[in-house]
């Protein structure tokens, strides 16, 4: 029966158990539940998994050396799913403590399957969000990478951060400006566009794409921009004709 097809009642007893399992399992240097719950089919089962060991275990200081050597056994599994519940758990790590988990990144990045090279971009997003410094820096290592994917990767897992500091962002996004690779910009204009619709968001891209020269990019990325302001009308904080009017009075067609 799946998680959330249990009753309230039922799921917290649940928890319970995955908690004192893993904590047998971390305390008797053992991996077996750990294993079990990381490969669960379902998907909150792994979350609930992963944040035990990655948010609340974790805390523990006593019990850091064990996760850590622990998850780095379980990122050599042949499981993807223990992979991918590895490299979430190490993200919920990274949010505080990025330099104790940085290798599992190098490594996940380059991973043979898409559920474990998608939890790291999912990782780089939150870990982005608290604990932006040694995120972004390790980050920028990549977008020059000669693996495509692992440029539009990065690209994508900064974005999160950038939503609300775009300044952050946006001197690593211009480094793509470039790019030949079609996947890659067009994940570099869907970035850009989704950083700009925020409260004073929209003042500082467009000051920053001021000084980019790729020009036909940036017509898009600006029309991605206009769009978004329809499209997330709900949430952003101008209108659509307000994000025109301000892109029209302010984004120099000439350098």
């Known amino acids: 029966m799946a998680f959330y097809d249990l009753s309230k009642e039922e799921r917290n007893h649940l928890v319970e158990k995955i908690n004192r399992d893993l904590t047998y399992d971390l305390t008797s240097n053992?991996?077996?539940?750990?294993?079990?719950?990381?490969?669960?089919?379902?998907?909150?089962?792994?979350?609930?998994?992963?944040?035990?060991?990655?948010?609340?275990?974790?805390?523990?200081?006593?019990?850091?050396?064990?996760?850590l050597a622990?998850?780095?056994?379980?990122?050599?599994?042949?499981?993807?799913?223990?992979?991918q519940t590895?490299?979430?758990?190490?993200g919920e790590i990274g949010k505080f403590h990025f330099d104790k988990i940085q290798s599992f990144f190098d490594t996940g990045l380059f991973d043979d399957h898409h559920s474990v090279r998608n939890a790291v971009i999912g990782s780089v997003k939150k870990m982005g969000e608290k604990n932006p410094e040694p995120v972004l820096a390790w980050a920028k290592t990549y977008l020059k990478h000669p693996n495509k994917e692992i440029r539009r990767e990065i690209c994508h897992g900064i974005e999160l951060r950038g939503r609300t500091h775009p300044q952050?962002?946006?001197?690593?996004?211009?480094?793509?400006?470039?790019?030949?690779?079609?996947?890659?910009?067009?994940?570099?204009?869907?970035?850009?566009?989704?950083?700009?619709?925020?409260?004073?968001?929209?003042?500082?891209?467009?000051?920053?794409?001021?000084?980019?020269?790729?020009?036909?990019l940036v017509e898009k990325a600006l029309d991605e921009i206009v769009d978004v302001h329809n499209r997330y009308k709900k949430f952003a904080v101008l209108t659509q004709q307000e994000a025109i009017d301000y892109i029209d009075g302010n984004y120099k067609t000439e350098n």
């Open 30 to 67: 053992k991996t077996e539940n750990i294993i079990k719950y990381f490969s669960d089919g379902d998907t909150y089962i792994r979350k609930t998994s992963y944040l035990a060991i990655g948010k609340v275990f974790y805390a523990k200081q006593e019990l850091q050396k064990a996760i």
């Open 168 to 216: 952050d962002i946006l001197p690593l996004l211009k480094t793509l400006e470039f790019d030949e690779t079609k996947r890659v910009s067009d994940t570099l204009i869907h970035v850009l566009g989704q950083i700009a619709y925020k409260n004073g968001c929209l003042k500082t891209v467009v000051a920053h794409l001021n000084t980019w020269k790729n020009k036909p």
């Open 86 to 90: 590895t490299i979430n758990a190490a």
């Open 70 to 83: 622990t998850l780095a056994s379980l990122l050599k599994s042949n499981s993807e799913k223990v992979r």
